[in-house]
């Protein structure tokens, strides 16, 4: 059982940086392929960031250039530097594992992937212009 924990959601002003943190229980955290995911009011779950058990990083269009995935497996720990931050980034952010690598595939194909089981409570950010 793998449980995750987000932290670091804030109020902050569109141009400004945040970075979320998610904590892992799981002794083989390694093993997982990690990802941020968000969901804004009104709006469907949608993937953020990717990356692999080795570091092979991917994100959405809507954030590239903006965003970005670490992970630092010793510590069991995944990061999201977000940068330049909009209005429309206001969203709950989830950290989610799945136990897959997610090194190839279309972003629908790996974002949406059902191997994405466990699932932290939720982070909130919010942007205000």
């Known amino acids: 059982q793998v449980t995750l924990v987000e932290s670091g959601g804030d109020s902050v002003q569109a141009g400004g940086s945040l970075t979320l943190t998610c904590t892992g229980s799981?002794?083989?955290?390694?093993?997982?392929?990690m990802g941020w995911f968000r969901q804004a009011p009104g709006k469907e779950r949608e993937g953020v960031a990717l990356i692999t058990g080795f570091g092979v990083k991917v994100v959405a269009d809507s954030v590239k250039g903006r965003f970005m995935i670490s992970r630092d497996n010793v510590k069991r720990s995944l990061y999201l530097e977000m940068n330049s931050l909009k209005p429309e980034d206001t969203a709950i952010y989830f950290c989610?594992?799945?136990?897959?690598?997610?090194?190839?595939?279309?972003?629908?194909?790996?974002?949406?992937?059902?191997?994405?089981?466990?699932w932290g409570p939720g982070t909130q950010v919010t942007v205000s212009s």
């Open positions: 989610a594992a799945a136990f897959y690598n997610c090194d190839s595939g279309s972003w629908s194909e790996r974002s949406g992937n059902p191997a994405f089981g466990y």
């Open positions: 799981e002794i083989g955290f390694s093993n997982y392929c």
